[in-house]
């Protein structure tokens, strides 16, 4: 019993630094956070204990107690951002495609969509059997059918026709999107998105090929 306790504020440690890190991680690189707190205790002692190994390589923070406990949470909370903006970035993401991995990192759908700039989204609701056409500026969380806000949105009848709404040059208005009541979500990207780019580098050949055949046909 008396060896419990005393591994007990060591255990508080690993269990704060932890869960520090996990959390500043999940919420910088838009990660799903899991409500299983069973899991969430296990995964933070772990994260923990591993942090304070790190730690206590670095001088430093071996001299005063005080000093060494805040210093150390302090470097988890930056070391969880660093690992956080590595794990998102373009160049690690180039690197898993280089050495054939393919799968997404991210655990939310429309951040792969957007990609790194803004996109236009084209909407069509059966629900009101309305065209809404708009800049895509926030979308719901980890949902299977977020709903996103549009700006700078109009909204048709039909795409052919006029609009009866048009808020392109009204700052103030935004427009709340659930897609789970939308048959069709077409997207379009500018040439700067980071989408628009990599597709170009990866598969720029068959492009050009495709538009020279164009061409040729015309």
């Known amino acids: 019993m008396d060896s419990i306790i005393s591994i007990l504020p060591d255990i508080m440690i690993y269990l704060v630094s932890g869960f520090l890190f996990i959390r500043i991680f999940s919420f910088v690189s838009t990660t799903k956070r899991t409500n299983d707190y069973q899991h969430i205790i296990v995964k933070s002692v772990i994260v923990g204990y591993i942090l304070k190994y790190i730690g206590s390589m670095i001088p430093a923070l071996t001299s005063v107690y005080a000093l060494n406990i805040l210093g150390f949470l302090g470097i988890c909370c930056v070391l969880a951002y660093i690992c956080a903006r590595v794990y998102t970035s373009k160049w690690f993401y180039s690197i898993l495609r280089l050495i054939g991995i393919q799968n997404t990192l991210n655990d939310e759908l429309w951040v792969d969509i957007e990609g790194d700039k803004s996109v236009w989204a084209e909407i069509y609701s059966h629900e009101t059997n309305e065209y809404y056409f708009g800049l895509v500026c926030l979308s719901e969380n980890f949902k299977d059918n977020p709903k996103i806000v549009l700006k700078r949105y109009a909204i048709f009848k039909d795409t052919n026709d006029d609009p009866i ?33 990599r597709e170009l580098r990866e598969n720029g050949k068959d492009y050009i090929i495709h538009n020279k055949e164009k061409d040729e046909t015309k």
Not at 173 to 187: A, E, G, H, M, P
């Open 165 to 197: 709404k048009d808020y392109n040059n009204d700052p103030c208005k935004r427009i709340l999107i659930d897609t789970s009541k939308c048959d069709v979500i077409k997207l379009t990207y500018s040439n700067e998105n980071e989408i628009v780019k």
